[in-house]
C-alpha cells in the first residue's frame, strides 16, 4: 500500500522563524510532489509543487526532494502567524490517473 | 470562474437515509476525484472519474456511488447512510496534463446520526 508519512506535530516555531516540515514516501514510483496547506475548516490549497530532486524555491516557501531517500520537505522562512495551518504532504504518479495519496498532515502554530 | 463548487456545505443524516453530494467545476477539467477527509486525518480517494462516462473507485468506495454524465459534474451518492459516513468531502479537479495541482471544493461536511 502507498504510504505517505508526516509527523502530525504541531510544530510550535516563533515568529520569524524558520519552520522546517518533512514528509517520507513509501510508493518509489511517485513522481511528484505537492505540499498543500489547509487552514481549520477550510479545503487544501497548493503551496508548492516539485517534481526533480534538489530545491524549489518561490517566496519564502522551499520545497526539497531527496527520491534517493523518498523524503519531501517544505521550509517555511520568516514564519508569520499567518502561516498556522495543517500542511499536507502528497505524492503521486502519471501512470494511475495521477492519484495522490496524502499524508495526514503537520499542524504548524507560529507563535508571537 | 467559480472554479469547484459543492453543494451543500453541510447536513445531517439519518442512519439509513441517502443523499447525494454536489460537485461541479467551470473549468472544463477532464479529471474529478472525491476525497473524504476524517479528522485529524489527511484525504482518502472515494472515486474519481478521467472524463465523462469513465470513472473509478479509489481507495475508500464502500457504501459510495458517482456518476459522471457531463464534464461539469461528478456527483456522490450515499446510500443507507451509516455513522462511519460522517466525515468532510471534498471534491477535486485538474485538466488532465501529467501530475500537476488539484482544485479543491469548499467541501461538504455530514454528520450521521
Known amino acids: 500500500q502507498k504510504e505517505v508519512e508526516q509527523n502530525s506535530g504541531p510544530l510550535s516555531v516563533p515568529e520569524g522563524a524558520i519552520a522546517s516540515l518533512n514528509c517520507t514516501y513509501s510508493d518509489r514510483g511517485s513522481q511528484s510532489f505537492f505540499w498543500y496547506r489547509q487552514y481549520s475548516g477550510k479545503s487544501p490549497e497548493l503551496i508548492m509543487s516539485i517534481y526533480s530532486n534538489g530545491d524549489k524555491e518561490d517566496g519564502r516557501f522551499t520545497a526539497q526532494l531527496n527520491k534517493a531517500s523518498q523524503y519531501v520537505s517544505l521550509l517555511i522562512r520568516d514564519s508569520q502567524p499567518s502561516d498556522s495551518a495543517t500542511y499536507l504532504c502528497?505524492?503521486?504518479?502519471?501512470?494511475?490517473?495521477?492519484?495522490?495519496?496524502f499524508g495526514t498532515g503537520t499542524r504548524l502554530q507560529v507563535t508571537l | 470562474n467559480a472554479g469547484v463548487t459543492q453543494t451543500p456545505k453541510f447536513r445531517i443524516l439519518k442512519i439509513g437515509q441517502s443523499m447525494t453530494l454536489q460537485c461541479t467545476q467551470d473549468m472544463n477539467h477532464n479529471y474529478m476525484y472525491w476525497y473524504r477527509q476524517d479528522p485529524g486525518m489527511g484525504l482518502k480517494l472515494i472515486y474519481y472519474s478521467v472524463g465523462a462516462g469513465i470513472t473509478d473507485k479509489g481507495e475508500v468506495p464502500n457504501g459510495y456511488n458517482v456518476s459522471r454524465s457531463t464534464t461539469e459534474d461528478f456527483p456522490l451518492r450515499l446510500e443507507l447512510a451509516a455513522p462511519s459516513q460522517t466525515s468532510v468531502y471534498f471534491c477535486a479537479s485538474r485538466t488532465g496534463q501529467g501530475v500537476e495541482t488539484q482544485y479543491f471544493g469548499p467541501g461538504t461536511r455530514l454528520l450521521v446520526l
Open positions: 502528497a505524492g503521486g504518479n502519471t501512470g494511475t490517473a495521477s492519484k495522490l495519496t
